[in-house]
């Protein structure tokens, strides 16, 4: 596929996601004039308003209006924060990433291995175990045992951090300059900071990474499984290589292929997903960020942030496709 | 002088829904240093036989045995790490196609240092040395840029010539061919078993062959068992196979094309069902008795 | 053993499980019967079906076994932990049976899942074969617009309608459907293509059958049996997005006792009452470990190769 077609494909998919968004918008019951001037407007006032948003033009034209103010990176300002919606999302985007990235790290490094070994042992008790922790992984209802995590470990036991990304009294200490607190931590050299920031990231983190591993070992098993049926494996048994390297190094290495896009995949869900953690952990990101304002028909904040998240999709898309033919020589 | 490898009544099975089926029943050969090609159609469990000589039948399979024994030596009786000894190094095998028998995602070369450098401690600059010279005695034209290259970018045959060397290099005794040339082109099959058979030879080495081509079997090799439905129906010396007596031997060899001797319609295979229950012949050297 | 059913009037066992099925019935029939041996043997698949068939007593016997009425408030005796006050499982905020209205939320959960199972793969399954059968800009088109649905975040899109349409059961439904209907699509696109150039396919369309008719009676048929294998997969998916559309206040409307909203009640009351957000959500968890057991072995038994076996 060339630069061209990938281009394109980008565009048409962002545009097809800002006309639904904006159909979403348009539906909204909330009258939005009504909640820029009160109720209490006179009718001029009102109308004045009408006008200056642009409700009195088609609709199609409205959506091209949308779309030029999307291009140039305007969202129009939020109604709750009073501030632009671009500068809110710069500001609550990366505290998703962060969550998003501790969760996927998490998952990948436990749930590829988990996944390799029970594809190697199939059948076995081992299988059987990886195969129900996945299912519990797929099953567990996430605001719940948030819920239940907070209660224990924060409520009843004190281990970890409580709702937010920091205590109270670390909140604004260190410079941001990422804007993912461990990272900016470290770089202040303030270690105080960090672990609070762990401790407050861990339970999250842990919830996110829980149902990425559960996706990602039964997608590795599978993948194993298809692997160690190759003919290519019996020649490197033939060779008398260990079982150790014929698993981890010829068919892991073939696993890694597809892989990748799952892991991407997987990803992508972290960051867009992650609507009902944030939720209960009140953990300022992207995804609150959209419920609060979905809840109070702020509808250029919800605009801005589905459009974000859309465009992060797609481009974690296209990245994963790259890396597939990197990895993949028999895509060149 | 014994043998280099003696297979004494070795039986495979594999567990089915309908009870055990045996793929391999009750059979026993040995080779010397000679070529000894084991022919028969698919299913027959030739390619079995070649298998569990390296002990590697998979699960659920059972590979039963008295002795399968390298140089005196049984290898039933070694652990699996000292099995990976033997594998490569003193046994080794060229499978069907090289499409799938290739690593794809690895390049050539560092699967033919792999193979080398697991056996012999080199350097890697040695076992890249070593292995350019393999790719040449493989007649490969081109071996830098093939030692960089991956499978896919491969012809067939090309891809078989590579296998060959990559399976010849750390020096085994024995090569298992199981259908080295069935997967090619008519064109290149001669081309690949003669750099097989020349290197063979020049080694010293013992060549089982397995087949379901009779001519290919009979020119290339010193002496043919014929197995059919799991055991060894027939042994002879692969010159005298127009000699040979058993109803299915025959049976096989009357179904082929003759160039000299054109017939209007080939004739169609007869089978007997106590063929199947008939014991194995032995398919030892008739040398040693 | 083909001999004595040769001669003798085969018993159902072996008139099921014979190799050589005389009907095309028999062969169906048969083919069912070997399945259905197959997950038996599964334990885990076994498990999840007994769960869920309890849960369909429950549901439809909800008014006999339940203890208490699921609305009746007793402030006075509100909050009261499991085991007090006749309260098996507690009782909440306003002192209402936690465990009935457990029980009666199992209809609405059952409700929700039936409608979305229904739903969701007619539209993926008409958009797919549509898709697949007539080609051209029309694949074109209406690939286009799943990949833009798959593109969008799930939860978010479900949560926008709402917002639009209304809270309420049948607005969550119809946002469920409007986000999963897309790998639906996918899949009887997928099979479609692979169906649309057989040789019987040609063979009717030289008969004269139109798009239509190759279509529903040839088509559709064929793409019912990955379909089905992926809603039973995808149900637990569903009752946790219905749960959490609930739990976010935007599902069931107070005084529904539907356990994601139940939850949401309880939160408030997390730290010294326990129970009010821990039962349902229990609930939840066990129906829909039921629906990933129970889809975990029909895959295994209808679609081998995937599961690698």
């Not at chain 1, 904040?301 to 990895?327: E, M, P, Q, R």
């Not at chain 2, 298992?176 to 030879?201: G, H």
């Not at chain 3, 009666?104 to 039936?114: E, F, W």
Request: proline share 5%; charged share 20%.
């Amino acid at each position: 596929m060339g630069f061209g077609r990938i281009a394109f494909t980008v565009a048409i998919t962002m545009i097809g996601l800002l006309f639904i968004t904006f159909i979403i918008g348009r539906v909204m019951p909330i009258d939005p004039v009504l909640s820029i001037v009160g109720e209490s407007a006179s009718k001029s006032t009102y109308d004045e308003a009408y006008r200056q948003l642009g409700l009195d033009k088609p609709v199609i034209v409205q959506f091209l209006y949308f779309l030029w103010d999307v291009v140039r990176g305007d969202f129009g300002e939020s109604l709750l924060t009073a501030r632009p919606v671009l500068d809110d999302l710069i500001r609550v985007f990366p505290a998703t990433l962060e969550l998003a990235t501790v969760g996927t790290i998490i998952g990948v490094t436990l749930g590829v291995p988990l996944g390799v070994i029970a594809a190697v042992k199939q059948g076995t008790w081992i299988d059987h175990i990886a195969r129900v922790v996945a299912l519990i992984g797929y099953s567990m209802p996430v605001f719940w045992i948030g819920l239940i995590g907070l209660l224990v470990f924060y409520g009843k036991l004190g281990w970890i951090g409580g709702p937010g990304r920091l205590d109270i009294f670390y909140v604004d200490i260190i410079p941001t300059v990422t804007g993912m607190i461990l990272i900016d931590s470290l770089l202040a050299g303030d270690t105080d900071v960090f672990w609070n920031a762990v401790s407050h990231i861990i339970l999250p983190a842990g919830l996110l990474a829980y149902y990425s591993l559960a996706y990602i070992s039964r997608m590795t098993r599978s993948f194993m499984l298809e692997q160690l049926d190759q003919e290519y494996i019996t020649t490197a048994r033939v060779k008398g290589l260990s079982e150790h390297a014929v698993v981890w190094r010829h068919a892991l290495g073939n696993v890694k292929v597809p892989l990748i896009t799952v892991i991407a995949l997987s990803y992508a869900g972290l960051l867009e997903g992650s609507v009902l953690t944030e939720t209960i952990f009140s953990w300022p990101g992207i995804g609150l960020y959209i419920t609060t304002a979905l809840l109070s028909a702020d509808m250029n904040a919800v605009l801005g942030g589905t459009v974000v998240v859309g465009l992060v999709f797609v481009c974690l898309n296209i990245f994963s496709d790259l890396l597939y033919k990197y990895f993949d020589p028999r895509s060149k | 002088m014994t043998n280099l490898l003696e297979v004494e009544n070795l039986t495979v099975k594999f567990p089915t829904r309908n009870g055990m089926f045996e793929a391999v029943r009750d059979i026993s050969f040995s080779l010397g240093r000679e070529r000894l090609g084991i022919v028969g159609e698919s299913g027959s469990g030739k390619s079995i036989t070649g298998r569990s000589i390296l002990r590697l039948i998979r699960r659920p399979g059972i590979l039963e045995a008295t002795r399968i024994a390298l140089e005196g030596e049984d290898l039933l009786k070694k652990s699996e790490r000292e099995m990976r000894k033997i594998r490569g190094h003193k046994i080794s095998m060229v499978m069907q196609d090289p499409k799938f028998s290739l690593n794809p995602v690895m390049r050539i070369g560092d699967q033919i240092c792999e193979a080398y450098r697991l056996h012999a401690k080199a350097s890697k600059a040695e076992a890249r040395e070593k292995s350019i010279k393999m790719l040449e005695a493989v007649l490969i034209r081109d071996p830098e840029r093939v030692f960089n290259a991956y499978p896919h970018e491969m012809s067939g045959g090309m891809g078989q010539r590579i296998m060959i060397a990559m399976m010849l290099i750390p020096d085994p005794q024995i090569l298992i061919a199981d259908e080295p040339t069935s997967a090619l082109d008519v064109t290149v099959q001669k081309e690949v078993l003669e750099i097989m058979d020349k290197l063979v030879r020049e080694r010293g080495m013992g060549l089982i062959f397995i087949s379901h081509d009779l001519n290919v079997v009979s020119a290339f090799c010193d002496r043919v068992l014929i197995m059919y439905a799991g055991r060894i129906v027939e042994t002879c010396q692969a010159d005298k196979l127009h000699e040979a007596k058993h109803p299915y031997t025959r049976g096989l060899l009357n179904s082929l094309p003759q160039l000299e001797h054109p017939v209007d319609r080939l004739a169609v295979l007869q089978r007997d069902d106590a063929w199947q229950t008939a014991p194995s012949v032995s398919g030892t050297l008739e040398a040693d008795h | 053993m083909s001999d004595i059913s040769k001669h003798q009037k085969p018993s159902l066992r072996e008139w099921l499980t014979s190799d050589a099925p005389t009907s095309r019935r028999q062969a169906k029939f048969s083919a069912w019967y070997r399945s259905w041996l197959a997950l038996r043997s599964n334990p885990m698949a076994m498990f999840g079906l007994m769960i869920l068939l309890f849960l369909l007593a429950i549901a439809a016997f909800a008014p006999i076994i339940s203890p208490h009425d699921p609305f009746a408030q007793d402030l006075a005796l509100r909050l009261s932990a499991p085991g007090e006050n006749n309260y098996i499982l507690g009782s909440d905020s306003l002192g209402r049976d936690i465990l009935s209205r457990l029980i009666y939320g199992s209809r609405i959960t059952l409700y929700i899942v039936a409608l979305v199972a229904l739903m969701a793969p007619i539209v993926g399954l008409f958009v797919g074969t549509a898709a697949g059968y007539l080609g051209g800009w029309v694949d074109v088109v209406l690939m286009r617009i799943t990949d833009i649905f798959l593109a969008f975040p799930r939860l978010v899109l479900a949560l926008a309608f709402v917002s639009a349409l209304g809270a309420g059961i049948e607005n969550a439904v119809l946002a469920i459907v409007l986000t999963a209907w897309p790998p639906y699509a996918r899949i009887a696109r997928a099979e479609t293509l692979t169906i649309r150039n057989a040789d019987y396919i040609h063979a009717i369309k030289l008969q004269g059958a139109g798009a239509l008719r190759v279509i529903t009676k040839h088509i559709w048929p064929l793409c019912i049996s990955s379909l089905v294998i992926r809603v039973t997969l995808d149900m637990a998916g569903i009752i946790l997005t219905a749960a959490g559309l609930g739990f976010l206040g935007l599902g069931a409307q107070p005084p529904s006792p539907e356990w994601g909203a139940m939850i949401s009640a309880g939160r408030q009351f997390i730290l010294d009452h326990w129970w009010v957000a821990t039962m349902p959500g229990l609930a939840i968890f066990t129906v829909s470990l039921a629906f990933n057991l129970l889809g975990d072995g029909l895959r295994d038994v209808l679609d081998p190769k995937k599961s690698g076996k």
